[in-house]
């Protein structure tokens, strides 16, 4: 089994900070790709942000320039510093975190979702 802790939404002003942090634990042997989701009201589920073993990465469109994601490997985390919030970055953001647990499963497991909301 392996858990997701997501951590670091909350209300912002336009043009301000967050900083995500989703923290893996359980039986992970190896992790692969670390993902970033949103899902605002009536819209499908999007992915923002993505960071591979080796630091690469890459973004949606419209977070280019304004988010970035890294990871902790040793820590079994990943961040995602937002900024230059804009009202439209509004949504509940989810981690997703992919790779192998000791028993050789294969695993894909999402957190609980952290709020993000930016005033205008």
């Known amino acids: 089994q392996v858990q997701l802790l997501e951590s670091g939404g909350g209300l912002v002003q336009a043009g301000g900070s967050l900083r995500l942090s989703c923290a893996a634990s359980?039986?992970?042997?190896?992790?692969?790709?670390m993902n970033w989701y949103r899902q605002a009201p009536g819209n499908q589920r999007e992915l923002v942000a993505t960071?591979?073993?080796?630091?690469?990465?890459n973004y949606a469109d419209s977070v280019k320039g304004r988010f970035t994601i890294s990871r902790d490997n040793p820590k079994n985390t990943v961040f995602l510093q937002m900024n230059s919030l804009k009202p439209e970055d509004t949504a509940v953001y989810y981690c997703?975190?992919?790779?192998?647990?000791?028993?050789?499963?294969?695993?894909?497991?999402w957190g609980q979702g952290t709020q993000v909301t930016v005033s205008s």
């Open positions: 960071i591979t073993f080796g630091g690469s990465t």
């Open positions: 359980g039986s992970i042997f190896s992790i692969n790709a």
């Open positions: 997703n975190v992919q790779g192998w647990t000791v028993g050789g499963r294969r695993y894909d497991t």
